[in-house]
């Protein structure tokens, strides 16, 4: 058994997926979107023009942070995604999991986790974090092997940092944990030899690295200016970044989860609040639940990063990423900032997509295609929805025909998806399939469309049910997604403005999910 692994837990085992391999690697990072084929089949009556429907396929688009694949076409959903991941994970060189892995106690598996973290193998892996112990195992002086805590616990600071600090506790003969700090480090030094090829690895690597950043403060009074990072080859950029911020050294700074695209190293950082550092002295080790965090609250860096920031926050672009052992920077200017902050609100999205930020406004209806200009709505929504780390939007379209009560009230759920071709973008874009139209079109049918936005828990946030139909379900699909930009990009302005508002637009909010998902929004728009 490994360490901390108990009888009982050693007896229950399970087989990983590839997908659930893919999770445990990039968890949230991973991207699975899934799209409907509609597979073409020869006509089996001749000399009679009766169209044949094929099988209903589905194709999965993997989207990681460094690159995409997409898989065969299957008949379930399920299979799509499993060989997207076995694609990905083939283009990533990681072996299936050929044995039966343990499924421990929780606690047993994250103290595994951090005890992994501290061994030889993972100081020289491509794992993101490993670059955070290669910096401090070159640092000199006192500081030399020293982890912040921070670093491991990026996605909930405030509750993650105390499991992680408990879990180190318990492996006491590797890991040490320094009382009173937040900071964690092996407890034996590593060989020697590991620790000379990384002084190798460091003689072609620049002597400073330059970065432009941004310093957030937590008043609203104080304006957002820019400042510069200068790291150099032998340091660690949380040593700078802790200089900035006026804090003693890294353990006090807190790293944020990434902000933007997937493939984006931008992050906040911001300094532990003193209530969190008094707090250690009395019972840390033994926080099961997340604490709570008490100081100068920073609305501006909340607003970007989804969770709670004290204190002044410095937005920067640096850091390590999967498969290189350099430091990755790139330079963020005000204009970046701006940019990001739009890019939070419906027509600010839409801006941007038009490339005209200070002409361009969202229109309130849509007409054609040929006269739309910028991202369609459907594209907008779905946008909105990652930059507020919602699940993508559930489209369900309905169909009315006239001339057959057959087919009148079906229903077809959609999925919102990437298309690999320029064709499948196209019909992507439309928000539906052309052979849909011109089925209904011909029989004098029309299509309504049903919005719904959930939360990540798959909390149901907003629903819109649109009374008005047209003629192609690709416009259905937009105006409905129009509706919903719409009613938010105006309540985000006037947030005391009457409910009625949304029952004219057939749209339903649940007061209790919006508010949890939107209320920096409602401070900050």
């Known amino acids: 058994m490994e360490i901390g692994e108990t009888p009982a837990a050693a007896l229950k085992k399970t087989t990983l997926t590839p997908k659930a391999i893919i999770y445990?690697?990039?968890?949230?990072?991973?991207?699975?979107?899934?799209?409907?084929?509609?597979?073409?089949?020869?006509?089996?009556?001749?000399?009679?023009?009766?169209?044949?429907?094929?099988?209903?396929?589905?194709?999965?688009?993997?989207?990681?942070?460094?690159?995409?694949?997409?898989?065969?076409?299957?008949?379930?959903?399920?299979?799509?995604?499993?060989?997207?991941?076995?694609?990905?994970?083939?283009?990533?060189?990681?072996?299936?999991?050929?044995?039966?892995?343990?499924?421990?106690?929780?606690?047993?598996d994250l103290v595994g986790r951090v005890s992994h973290l501290f061994s030889s193998e993972f100081l020289s892996s491509p794992h993101p974090l490993s670059g955070h112990f290669r910096a401090a195992v070159r640092r000199e002086g006192d500081y030399n092997g020293l982890i912040p805590v921070s670093v491991i616990a990026e996605s909930n600071p405030s509750l993650a940092i105390s499991l992680v600090m408990k879990a180190a506790a318990r492996l006491s003969g590797s890991v040490a944990i320094l009382e009173g700090q937040l900071w964690v480090r092996r407890h034996d030094p590593y060989p020697p030899e590991i620790v000379q090829s990384l002084g190798d690895q460091q003689s072609s690597v620049p002597e400073s690295i330059w970065t432009e950043a941004i310093c957030i403060p937590c008043s609203l009074e104080k304006t957002v200016e820019p400042l510069t990072l200068n790291v150099f080859s032998n340091g660690y950029y949380l040593d700078v970044i802790a200089q900035k911020l006026g804090v003693a050294d890294a353990s006090r700074v807190l790293v944020s989860r990434t902000i933007g695209k997937a493939s984006s190293e931008t992050r906040l950082y911001s300094s532990v609040p003193e209530s969190y550092l008094l707090d250690m002295s009395s019972d840390l080790l033994n926080v099961n639940e997340a604490v709570h965090f008490e100081g100068s609250f920073n609305a501006r860096a909340s607003y970007f990063s989804g969770q709670d920031v004290y204190g002044d926050a410095i937005m920067a672009s640096i850091g390590?990423?999967?498969?290189?052992?350099?430091?990755?920077?790139?330079?963020?200017?005000?204009?970046?900032?701006?940019?990001?902050?739009?890019?939070?609100?419906?027509?600010?999205?839409?801006?941007?997509?038009?490339?005209?930020?200070?002409?361009?406004?969202?229109?309130?209806?849509?007409?054609?295609?040929?006269?739309?200009?910028?991202?369609?709505?459907?594209?907008?929504?779905?946008?909105?929805?990652?930059?507020?780390?919602?699940?993508?939007?559930?489209?369900?379209?309905?169909?009315?025909?006239?001339?057959?009560?057959?087919?009148?009230?079906?229903?077809?759920?959609?999925?919102?998806?990437?298309?690999?071709?320029?064709?499948?973008?196209?019909?992507?874009?439309?928000?539906?399939?052309?052979?849909?139209?011109?089925?209904?079109?011909?029989?004098?049918?029309?299509?309504?469309?049903?919005?719904?936005?959930?939360?990540?828990c798959q909390d149901l946030i907003i629903e819109c049910s649109p009374k008005d139909s047209h003629k192609k379900q690709s416009d259905a699909i937009q105006n409905a997604s129009l509706k919903v930009l719409s009613w938010l990009n105006t309540y985000f302005k006037e947030p005391d403005m009457p409910t009625s508002s949304a029952d004219v637009l057939g749209i339903r909010f649940h007061h209790q999910n919006f508010f949890k998902e939107f209320a920096l929004c409602l401070v900050y728009s």
């Open 320 to 456: 390590y990423k999967w498969n290189s052992t350099d430091l990755f920077h790139e330079d963020l200017s005000l204009k970046s900032y701006y940019r990001m902050l739009i890019s939070k609100i419906p027509v600010g999205i839409y801006k941007l997509s038009r490339e005209a930020i200070l002409t361009a406004e969202l229109p309130v209806v849509f007409t054609t295609r040929t006269n739309w200009r910028g991202s369609f709505p459907r594209d907008l929504l779905c946008t909105f929805c990652r930059q507020h780390r919602l699940s993508e939007p559930v489209f369900s379209t309905v169909s009315t025909l006239k001339a057959s009560s057959e087919l009148s009230g079906s229903r077809k759920k959609l999925k919102v998806t990437e298309s690999t071709t320029e064709e499948e973008a196209e019909c992507a874009n439309r928000g539906g399939t052309a052979a849909s139209d011109r089925e209904l079109a011909g029989s004098g049918g029309t299509f309504r469309c049903e919005v719904k936005i959930f939360s990540k």
């Open 24 to 108: 445990q690697k990039f968890g949230s990072k991973a991207c699975y979107t899934v799209e409907e084929v509609q597979e073409d089949t020869q006509n089996i009556c001749p000399g009679l023009a009766i169209q044949q429907k094929g099988p209903c396929l589905f194709r999965c688009r993997l989207q990681l942070p460094e690159f995409s694949v997409v898989s065969e076409t299957f008949k379930k959903k399920k299979d799509a995604e499993q060989s997207a991941s076995q694609m990905a994970l083939e283009k990533l060189s990681i072996p299936p999991a050929t044995d039966n892995p343990i499924v421990q106690d929780p606690w047993d």
